[in-house]
């Protein structure tokens, strides 16, 4: 993940994204949704409260997020 001190988190729950925006370049450096070509994640859907597991926690460094779920415009 592309998370560095100063970057910002920005959940977007009508937009159903999740991005990382690199502070200095003013740039989304990562980003979950509204598309999903990998095929990873289906969707996500009223996401809201990105957060970053600290180190000494299990999952350190992944993200937790907490999802309503719904169709939000998509089947």
Do not use: T
């Not at 993200?63 to 939000?72: A, I, S, V």
């Amino acid at each position: 993940m592309a998370l560095k001190p100063g970057n910002l988190i920005i959940s977007s729950r009508d937009l159903n994204a999740v991005c990382i925006i690199d502070r200095d370049s003013k740039k989304i450096v990562w980003k979950l949704g509204p598309d999903y070509p990998d095929g990873k994640v289906d969707q996500i859907i009223g996401q809201h409260e990105p957060y970053i597991i600290p180190q000494g926690l299990p999952g350190a460094g992944n993200m937790l997020m907490l999802d309503n779920g719904g169709e939000g415009g998509y089947p």
